[in-house]
């Protein structure tokens, strides 16, 4: 039995508590697993940002990236080492670099989702200096009045940016009066214009990692630390499995492993409505009583990709996907075919064997974790980053607390 070490690296901007938890975690839980005829450990490091040769080797045998969205040098570093070293990292980047907002709502749309009717306007201005744009637009452009999409797909709408993320200059507009003033204000953005899905009853986001899924009621109208709620039983289990099959049916068309899907229920119907996010929120400020359940999602799909040297899908291969949608069948029917497809994709029984076989222990160890001073320290430190002086304590101590209920619900 040769003994072997499998390198994850961790490839971090501004986060603070989870990476520190996720070190904590694997340290405590010190694997030596038994995988084939060898004894598999793992060694977690963080990346740096230097300059790199092209031909030079990589280390890392699994990459957790949470830059490629936004820091190109890292982007094109990963990049690099997926086609030059057989690395693997947590998202495409070719897909999370091209498939914005606007392609997933066109995929889903092509494969029967009910996504709310979507436009996209041409900006209110252009970035000066090209002297192709003045013939362009005199030539083909035509003029048209932005408040009449309104009255075409009623009132209220949502304007947003075709490639946006983070609630990025979203603007409801409920008038013709709003609509011109959002436009206006829009700048050199290209837009979409999106129609409400008025008096839903449920707002829940579903976050996907790898064949992992946690649904949550989320609030977007509450300030930012209470967003995801904490209230259970507000779906039933047909509809918890529903949103599941959707969140993987995404995730595995554009290859994101780790991605959330915001759908609204309206009349018994699940809309989804924001679902191009493959780098979703892990900070416990915004997740607090659900922080526990990303930091182990992180470790079980990082330790599985490792250990078993899970390929890297390079190519995005959508034709069996619009196979199943071009076949006679019910939108419930074609989901069952897609989710089928995606479990296939995410490997998902080889991995939940994976897991009981090898980390059935990771949840006494993440909550005994949780309640140590090292993890409080953790949660500390975030808020330190984010919040003013004054007000460490107090949401230190409210992030803290949350935590703690779900350990008193856990035990």
């Known amino acids: ?21 996720y070190e904590a975690l694997m340290e405590r839980l010190d694997l030596h697993l038994p995988i084939g005829e060898d004894r598999v450990s793992f060694d977690v490091e963080r990346v740096t940002i230097e300059p ?36 693997y990292v947590f998202n495409n980047p070719w897909s999370v670099q091209s498939n914005e907002k606007h392609t ?35 030539r083909y452009a035509k003029l048209f009045d932005v408040t009449r999409l309104g009255n075409r797909m009623g009132w209220p709408m949502f304007m947003k940016p075709y490639d946006g993320g983070g609630w990025r200059a979203v603007t409801r507009v409920a008038d013709e009066a709003a609509m011109a003033a959002a436009y206006e204000e829009s700048g050199k953005s290209v837009m979409h214009v999106q129609a409400a899905v008025s008096d839903f009853d449920r707002f829940v986001r579903c976050i996907g990692f790898g064949p992992q899924t946690h649904c949550v009621l989320y609030d977007p109208d509450a300030p930012l630390h209470d967003r995801y709620t904490t209230k259970k039983d507000f779906i039933s289990a047909a509809e918890e499995e529903h949103l599941r099959k959707v969140t993987l049916t995404i995730n595995a068309f554009f290859g994101w492993e780790f991605n959330s899907c915001e759908a609204l229920r309206k009349n018994g119907v699940w809309h989804p409505i924001d679902f191009a996010n493959p780098c979703p929120d892990s900070q416990v400020t915004s997740l607090h009583y659900h922080f526990p359940w990303m930091v182990k999602a992180y470790v079980r799909w990082s330790v599985f990709c490792a250990a078993t040297k899970r390929k890297m899908q390079k190519n995005l291969d959508w034709d069996p996907f619009y196979e199943v949608a071009a076949m006679d069948l019910s939108y419930e029917e074609k989901l069952d075919k897609y989710a089928a497809l995606a479990d296939a994709h995410f490997e998902t029984a080889r991995f939940e064997e994976f897991c009981a076989t ?33 007000e460490i304590e107090r949401f230190t101590e409210l992030f803290w607390g949350r935590i703690q209920i779900w350990r008193s619900e856990q035990g």
């Open 358 to 390: 090898h980390l059935a222990h990771l949840d006494e160890v993440a909550w005994e974790f949780f309640g140590t001073d090292q993890a409080k320290s953790a949660v500390q430190q975030k808020v330190t980053a984010l919040f003013p002086p004054h």
């Open 104 to 138: 997933s709502y066109c995929a889903m749309m092509k494969l029967g989702m009910p996504i709310p009717e979507t436009w996209m306007i041409p900006p209110k201005s252009y970035e000066p200096g090209n002297p192709d744009l003045k013939p362009t637009l005199t």
């Open 52 to 87: 790199y040769d092209l031909r030079q080797s990589c280390k890392y045998d699994v990459v957790i990236d949470r830059l490629t969205h936004w820091y190109h040098t890292s982007r094109e570093w990963i990049k690099k080492s997926i086609v030059m070293n057989d690395l």
């Open 1 to 21: 039995m040769a003994d072997l070490t499998r390198h994850i690296g961790l490839s971090l901007g501004a986060d603070v508590c989870w990476p520190l938890c």
